[in-house]
């Protein structure tokens, strides 16, 4: 165990080192210390430091740590990825620093003890935030089994589901690389929980599982056994259960306590002398009141930021300064930090062997093949694909899941990975002579949409110029162009004005604005060979729940906003094929954009028409004025702004809705000559069959 740290003095010179979202936790605690000064805030990426230093008015930023030692800091608050958390701590050790370390620890067994030795050889404090254990509600269930409300406990059940913020594109981070990572970063909770209800772990089963629910995380489901001192501990740790829940239960010999963290209440059931069913009626009862209460109450005292988020977090940190600062032993000592890694490590080292030897499978030697499609799993794409096949075409797919048809064909050479992951993108392109860049986000966060689409493009233009594809077609949207601010009448055509407000359209417009400009920068400044495609509303067989524009598709019910005789840019799916085809085809149309829209005018309510006649895919449609859709849109910003978070829906959302017309069609029919095989009218019977 590292000495206690010096005695009572005036200030402690804190530096904050990572600002990731649990930094704001760190600053908010030590802000409420009269015996703390923040003197600095240390993260790689300035920006983000900046935002976050400007906003808790931390008047030094830097890179590195080097960069502050002229601010003398006593201690060092090491809040970045478990895989920097040595050397970082090291670096902090050797500067002076008292160090707090998030959990875990580190990574491996041998990185602990050179984090404790070097402490130890500075005659510094090190600790570990094992936040968990200060979480009020879990401090009062430990009472509780403390003073044998309980009795003696058998069973100790922690059961936890969360979720990741999604992959945002860019080299692998830690989450997606390793397969321990969800492992590493809840299970160490969960341990160092169990031995605080029961005892020292004496032996430890881990079991972890892969759902495939999303590509990025690979084990995302995990159960461990601990054999404690005083009972059995199991841990349930999902990334699939809903609703989320973190949960304890331990069970005794005369009653049992239950913790739910997210609502935090604290429920004791006890074994009651007489009937065994009389007994559970009345601690039903009395805990049913009880809750009746205590939510509301703690809703309340959420709302009014009595009760702040993290409470856990916020806690342990404060505890460790102020036990700098009184010259007392920390919290959570390094051994303890050190145990709960030498635990964790050997089905870490599984889990990452695992991992590691299927990201390796996916950068395998493969043989050329002249043709990529990305997005090949999507509607556009997979009808590419079909199409290229069909014609004895050999095609090379990137997927982020393999689908059992491409699979089983031989001639489609699959590469499974992220469309935002640079080293996947240049393998699947090495070789290609053409190559459909489909892939783009649909949905989700603004990471999302960031990873697949902008981080997508990007990777996919690099890895055209670095192996000199001779051909890139480009599948854009006509979202990038200006909707609201369009004047009615007035022909579309490739030099339409593009969207002055991305940011107020939505994730997707904004992100295939940028990706669309991307393509058009390389071409210009770096001589990509490329083809800008801008098809209309995609339709056909498969995509019969897409909502068409001027439509919100809203709890299964589609919304029609305005008048049902407002044209809308229909094009069937095999059509945009056609065009695709064109456009690798076709030598002297490099760097050239085409909106590739049927030239058949329709309405709108003749596609709604065609879809009420359907057997088969029958969606409940309600028609809304314009006015009364603003005036809603108008409720969701006030409350937006009153909650100050971002909504999604605004006034210039719903006056964006209008869709495009009068398409002028030169362009597309003259030089890159298309014309329309199957057609709207075709194409709805096909999609849509009424009976």
């Not at 002076?96 to 005659?123: D, F």
């Not at 969800?182 to 430890?204: K, M, N, Q, W």
């Amino acid at each position: 165990m590292n000495e206690p740290g010096p005695g009572p003095r005036k200030r402690l010179r804190v530096v904050i080192i990572g600002a990731g979202y649990v930094a704001r936790h760190h600053i908010s605690a030590l802000r409420t210390l009269d015996f703390v000064d923040i003197v600095a805030l240390v993260d790689v990426d300035l920006s983000v430091a900046s935002a976050l230093a400007g906003e808790f008015g931390i008047g030094r930023v830097a890179a590195t740590l080097t960069e502050i030692s002229n601010e003398s800091p006593d201690v060092a608050y090491v809040l970045t990825p478990p895989e920097s958390h040595c050397k970082l701590t090291l670096q902090a050790l050797d500067q002076g620093c008292h160090v707090l370390v998030e959990k875990p620890m580190a990574e491996t067994v041998e990185e602990c003890a050179a984090m404790i030795s070097a402490a130890s050889q500075r005659g510094r404090v090190l600790s570990v935030n094992h936040s968990d254990r200060f979480d009020p509600v879990v401090v009062r269930a430990l009472e509780l089994v403390k003073s044998g409300a309980c009795g003696e406990p058998v069973v100790l059940d922690i059961i936890r589901s969360s979720e990741y913020p999604p992959y945002g594109g860019g080299p692998l981070p830690a989450m997606v690389r390793q397969g321990s990572y969800p492992f590493r970063d809840l299970g160490t909770h969960g341990l160092y929980l169990i031995e605080s209800f029961l005892g020292p772990i004496a032996a430890l089963e881990v079991l972890h599982r892969e759902s495939g629910k999303d590509p990025n995380l690979k084990f995302d489901e995990w159960y461990a056994l601990a054999t404690c001192e005083r009972g059995i501990g199991r841990l349930q740790i999902s990334w699939n259960v809903r609703p989320m829940q973190n949960r304890l239960i331990l069970q005794g010999t005369r009653g049992t306590v239950e913790v739910d963290r997210f609502l935090q209440v604290c429920r004791v059931n006890r074994a009651l002398p007489g009937p065994k069913f009389v007994g559970m009626v009345i601690s039903g009862f009395a805990n049913a009141v009880k809750e009746t209460f205590a939510i509301p109450f703690n809703v309340l005292r959420f709302a009014t930021s009595r009760l702040k988020p993290s409470p856990g977090i916020r806690s342990g940190c404060a505890e460790f300064a102020r036990a700098i600062h009184e010259g007392r032993p920390p919290p959570v000592s390094a051994a303890e930090g050190s145990r709960i890694v030498a635990l964790m490590e050997p089905a870490c080292r599984k889990a990452d062997a695992e991992r590691a030897a299927e990201l390796a499978s996916r950068l395998a030697p493969i043989r050329r093949v002249p043709l990529l499609v990305t997005g090949a799993a999507g509607f556009l794409g997979s009808a590419l694909v079909r199409r290229l096949r069909a014609s004895g075409s050999e095609v090379r797919v990137l997927v982020r899941k393999p689908l059992l048809w491409m699979q089983l064909d031989p001639g489609i050479q699959v590469v499974v990975g992220d469309l935002g992951d640079p080293e996947v993108v240049s393998h699947a392109v090495e070789g290609v002579e053409v190559l459909y860049h489909v892939g783009a986000a649909m949905r989700g966060s603004a990471r999302e949409f960031a990873a697949g689409t902008v981080w997508g493009t990007r990777n996919v233009i690099a890895a055209c110029l670095k192996w000199q594809v001779k051909r890139l077609v480009y599948v854009s949207s006509l979202s990038v162009l200006d909707h609201a601010g369009r004047m009615t009448g007035v022909p579309v055509t490739e030099t339409s004005a593009l969207e002055p407000r991305p940011e107020q359209r939505g994730f997707y417009t904004q992100s295939k604005l940028d990706a669309e400009r991307l393509v058009v920068t390389a071409i210009e400044n770096q001589g990509l060979a490329a083809v800008i495609i801008r098809p209309g509303q995609i339709f056909g067989p498969g995509a019969e729940k897409a909502a068409p524009n001027g439509v919100v598709a809203i709890g299964g019910r589609w919304i029609a906003v305005g008048p049902g005789a407002q044209l809308i840019p229909l094009v069937y799916v095999e059509d945009v094929v056609d065009a695709l085809l064109l456009a690798a085809a076709k030598g002297d149309i490099a760097g050239r954009c085409f909106n590739v829209v049927d030239p058949r005018q329709s309405r709108q309510e003749e596609y709604l028409a065609a879809v009420r006649g359907n057997a088969v895919h029958r969606v409940r449609v309600h028609r809304v004025p314009v006015p009364v859709f603003l005036c809603l849109a108008a409720a969701v910003e006030l409350l937006g702004r009153v909650l100050r978070r971002p909504v999604p829906l605004t006034r210039y959302r719903v006056r964006s809705l209008r869709p495009l017309a009068y398409f002028q069609l030169d362009a597309v029919r003259r030089d890159l000559g298309w014309e329309p095989r199957v057609g709207v009218e075709e194409g709805l019977a096909q999609t849509f069959p009424q009976g």
